[in-house]
T-cell receptor, first 114, second 112 residues
């Protein structure tokens, strides 16, 4: 049973380009959470999605960031017109039910903006 | 607001016990977690405790919760070089809460 998968593991973009980060939850999990970890900091919640729905996006920056979790396929975190301050590790987590104690984390995507 | 605080660094001698401390502000926290992150890797859940518990022990790990003072600690007995990592304290405000709130992490280094 594969864990949470994220790709790419490393992504380099130039300022102004778009970044697309993908997350495949664990089998049987329909709840996905995205977190961002800036250098030397803890993880900060960004958004919680259930299949085809955004449930809580209170941690998402108001501009340039969007997330989706379509009926088929992985969840996508999209960052348009990236800036240097977007450089961070982006982690995805999943759970079978929202009320489960544990969110299982993927290995993360490390985004570097040049 | 919700906040989780922990010290940034801890250095211990191999074979000694490590104690990592954490304080949190959200009195409605229901679940409190300790995660381990090795360099370049994702987060591994080490253990968690419900807010109605005082202590939980799991092999070399002991978690103590003082709910009155909103203080959580993780004790690692017989610390080994493989325990070198960043340890994150985190809390969640109940099963309806979307997010887990993380501290900034304590970097544990082991000296011979």
């Amino acid at each position: 049973n594969a864990g949470v998968m994220q790709n790419p593991r490393h992504l380099v973009r130039r300022r102004g380009q778009e970044a697309r980060l993908r997350c495949s939850p664990m089998k049987g999990h329909s709840h996905v959470y995205w977190y961002r970890q800036l250098p030397e900091e803890g993880l900060k919640f960004m958004v919680y999605l259930q299949k085809e729905n955004i449930i809580d996006e209170s941690g998402m920056p108001k501009e340039r960031f969007s997330a989706e979790f379509p009926k088929e396929g992985p969840s996508i975190l999209r960052i348009q017109q990236v800036v240097r301050g977007d450089s961070a590790a982006y982690f995805c987590a999943s759970s079978r039910r929202h009320e489960d104690n544990e969110q299982f984390f993927g290995p993360g995507t490390r985004l570097t903006v040049l | 607001g919700e906040d989780v605080e922990q010290s940034l660094f801890l250095s211990v001698r191999e074979g000694d016990s490590s104690v990592i401390n954490c304080t949190y502000t959200d009195s409605s926290s229901t679940y409190l977690y300790w995660y381990k992150q090795e360099p370049g890797a994702g987060l591994q859940l080490l253990t968690y405790i419900f807010s109605n518990m005082d202590m939980k022990q799991d092999q070399r790990l002991t978690v103590l919760l003082n709910k009155k003072d909103k203080h959580l600690s993780l004790r690692i007995a017989d610390t080994q070089t493989g325990d070198s990592a960043i340890y994150f304290c985190a809390e969640r405000g109940g099963s309806s809460a979307s997010k887990i709130i993380f501290g900034s992490g304590t970097r544990l280094s082991i000296r011979p």
